[in-house]
């Protein structure tokens, strides 16, 4: 009787996970990955494909990191797309989607990287959370670098290097190209262009590339949606989508 018990228990809560609509947080814009206002994008593509092969109905809900880093500290969400494994308490899918990050700098400035050590007395910018993402490496020498801010919104930093705001730009290749490629008309009235094949892209110390994850509150959510994701990418759907949407947007 306590197996039948525990099935049907098993069985009405995953029938309300997947009859009900489910809240899923995505992080605010940063395009090609999240697009807030037409709701697509890289990772939402992704994350909707996988949902509906698993059955499951949700309405997106877009917020920043530091307001995602509070939704998990305080138990209050269901699925969170895009975060780093910072909570052992929480169940991380399986590596979601990657950046390919690079200390970036135009090219008419003489620069010479292989440590961070090498950003002393620039002026520096990166994404929201971007010292806890690159760990401690990163964060010890931000103290020393002449200036170093954070921006929530990708299309203000690149913005921001691109008018010479900071003198090193920390960002993932595939985000920097979209938005200059965006903010190109925008820069016609500061009469200021950026030459793409005039940038240089610096690899980060220990390897350029950061995975990120889907984080569920619920176990067994998890574990399914880990196996869809794995036979999505073995069929070849996962890179279509991922090299597909950035070849048509």
């Not at 994008?41 to 920043?64: D, Q, R, T």
């Not at 690159?134 to 103290?143: C, P, R, T, Y």
Request: with cysteine.
């Amino acid at each position: 009787m306590k197996i039948i018990s525990f099935l049907l228990m098993l069985y009405m809560s995953l029938h309300n996970v997947y009859a009900s609509e489910i809240g899923v947080v995505f992080g605010v814009s940063r395009p090609p990955f999240i697009m807030e206002k037409q709701r697509t994008g890289i990772s939402y593509e992704l994350f909707k494909y996988v949902a509906n092969k698993m059955g499951i109905n949700f309405h997106p809900i877009f917020a920043s990191n530091s307001r995602m880093e509070n939704m998990m500290q305080n138990g209050n969400f269901d699925i969170i797309v895009e975060v780093q494994k910072s909570r052992p308490k929480l169940f991380y899918s399986a590596p979601f989607i990657v950046y390919r990050n690079f200390a970036v700098t135009k090219g008419t400035d003489v620069f010479h990287f292989s440590d961070y050590s090498d950003l002393h007395n620039k002026r520096v910018c990166a994404w929201q959370n971007a010292q806890e993402n690159l760990g401690n490496s990163f964060a010890s020498q931000i103290q020393k670098f002449k200036n170093y801010k954070e921006f929530p919104l990708q299309e203000k930093q690149v913005l921001s290097w691109l008018l010479g705001g900071c003198e090193v730009i920390i960002i993932d290749d595939t985000l920097l190209k979209w938005w200059i490629k965006k903010l190109e008309p925008k820069l016609v009235k500061y009469d200021h262009k950026i030459n793409l094949h005039n940038v240089q892209y610096h690899p980060l110390p220990g390897g350029n590339t950061l995975w990120w994850y889907v984080v569920f509150k619920d176990k067994i959510l998890r574990d399914r949606f880990d196996v869809v994701l794995e036979e999505m990418k073995k069929s070849g759907e996962y890179n279509r989508i991922r090299e597909g949407f950035v070849n048509q947007h």
